[in-house]
């Protein structure tokens, strides 16, 4: 079946330091995939997508590239802020038959200033 | 406008009951999935419902089973609770059926415990 696989956590960066969260995907057919971030206190709500092969989905500086070649979807950010701090989960929907939301496990960011 | 709202916020049943939790849309959206979040978890798609009928179901029991009403709005019920169904219930919104190309829009979630 589909599944995702997220960097395990916890995730501990100094403020200004490059972000990279390593999100791996098995999936029928062609899924769309999704980073979702759920900040403190606060529902999930959907951080950026990209829906084929090449597409690059970005949001508030954060970026991620769907690689097929290497079933990939990282979630990177150049310089990140204390407010980035949050629970970031990878997640895909395949777009063949019985279509679900997939999330992997999610990955607890802090940024210490 | 208000987002999406679920009650109880909190819940606390004994093994063998039952539970009904609730879900309202955004204003406008006709999609509601459910999903469940054990501590420490990704969510894990429970059900879809689009505009009354079932549209997708995930890899659980049936003792879950849910409903979507007239004006959109949904239940969740579970029956015979077990230890396992401890979790966060989440419900999310969306304007049209699709899960790949809607934005799913999410509740606080209920917390549900089992003593």
């Not at chain 1, 999936?27 to 979702?36: E, K, R, V």
């Not at chain 2, 899960?99 to 917390?111: A, E, K, M, V």
């Amino acid at each position: 079946g589909d599944s995702v696989t997220q960097m395990e956590g916890p995730v501990t960066l100094s403020e200004e330091a490059f972000l990279t969260i390593n999100c791996t995907y098995t999936a029928t057919g062609y899924p769309s995939l999704f980073w979702y971030v759920q900040y403190p206190g606060e529902g999930l709500q959907l951080l950026l997508k990209a829906t084929k092969a090449d597409d690059k989905g970005s949001n508030k500086g954060f970026e991620a590239t769907y690689r097929k070649e290497t079933t990939s979807f990282h979630l990177e950010k150049g310089s990140v802020q204390v407010s980035d701090s949050a629970v970031y989960f990878c997640a895909l929907v395949t777009n063949f038959g019985n279509e679900k939301l997939t999330f992997g496990t999610g990955t607890r960011l802090t940024i210490i200033p | 406008d208000a987002g999406v709202t679920q009650s109880p916020t909190h819940l606390i049943k004994t093994r063998g009951q039952q539970v009904t939790l609730r879900c309202s849309p955004i204003s406008g959206h006709k999609s509601v999935s459910w999903y469940q979040q054990v501590l420490g978890q990704g969510p894990q798609f429970i059900f879809q419902y689009y505009e009354k009928e079932e549209r997708g179901r995930g890899n659980f029991p049936d003792r879950f089973s849910a409903r979507q009403f007239p004006n959109y709005s949904s239940e969740l019920n579970v029956n015979a609770l077990l230890l396992g169904d401890s979790a966060l219930y989440l419900c999310a919104s969306s304007l049209g059926p699709t899960l790949s190309n809607q934005p799913q829009h999410f509740g606080d979630g209920t917390r549900l415990s089992i003593l």
